[in-house]
């Protein structure tokens, strides 16, 4: 029954390695969301996608690569990972349904926590 | 760009106390949504309260309300009757109409204490 879900959420791995963070979201949502908390709480975001299409790209290392084969599914691989990309990283989701707050409010996911050691 | 600021890092009351939370944003547009997310420790993102920047009444959600004045840009949550499952970090978030982003403040940590 989970709106917006994600796995793995717990991740530790080793710097060099590539991993991959899955998230699907069963709300019929167009617009999905990769954000980032790191270790001071910060929330910032990094992609976002509208009908499986590249919206924002808020100048993240191009070792971060999402890919989305379905507008219910957003993917986040991360090659060559460093000590720095650990952090929480949230899925979400939102559907735009012309004005007010609650037609654009956006969706969480519990969190992925990533640990590089 | 749009910035949001949390003044209080962090908030201690006493169960059933009301607590007020502060955030400020700063912007040129004349029409945009503000949001309280909750993060509790289990770490999830919930929404608690959301305000469209062209509506005058302030919104309400059983405990929850907000004071949103728009000249002096400012949204803040007060929380009557606090509750031990109150406890959790609180952040103020800005969203542009059709941006699709959220722009977080820095967050509030409350603990409500027995």
């Known amino acids: 029954d989970t709106a917006v879900s994600q796995t793995p959420k717990y991740l530790v791995t080793q710097m060099g390695n590539d991993k991959s963070i899955k998230c699907e979201q069963n709300?019929?949502?167009?617009?999905m969301y990769w954000y980032k908390q790191d270790s001071k709480k910060f929330l910032k975001i990094m992609f976002s996608y509208n009908n499986k299409e590249l919206i924002i790209n808020e100048t993240v290392p191009n070792r971060f690569s999402p890919k989305s084969p379905d507008k219910a599914h957003l993917n986040l691989h991360i090659n060559s990972l460093e000590l720095g990309d650990s952090a929480v990283y949230f899925c979400?989701?939102?559907?735009?349904?012309?004005?007010?707050?609650?037609?654009?409010?956006?969706?969480f996911g519990e969190g992925s926590w990533l640990t590089v050691v | 760009a749009q910035t949001v600021t949390q003044s209080q890092p962090e908030m201690s009351v006493q169960e059933a106390e009301t607590v007020t939370l502060s955030c400020t944003y700063d912007?040129?547009?004349?029409?945009?949504?503000l949001f309280w997310y909750k993060q509790p420790p289990s770490r999830q993102m919930i929404l608690v309260i959301r305000?469209?920047?062209?509506?005058?009444q302030n919104a309400t959600e059983n405990r929850f309300s907000v004071n949103f004045q728009k000249a002096a840009k400012s949204f803040s949550l007060k929380i009557s009757d606090s509750q031990l499952g109150d406890t959790a970090m609180y952040f103020c978030a800005f969203m542009k109409p059709r941006a699709q982003k959220l722009v977080f403040g820095q967050g509030t940590r409350l603990t409500i204490n027995p």
């Open positions: 305000q469209e920047a062209y509506k005058q």
């Open positions: 912007t040129s547009e004349s029409n945009y949504y």
């Open positions: 979400a989701s939102s559907q735009v349904l012309g004005q007010g707050a609650s037609g654009n409010t956006i969706y």
């Open positions: 709300l019929g949502h167009d617009t």
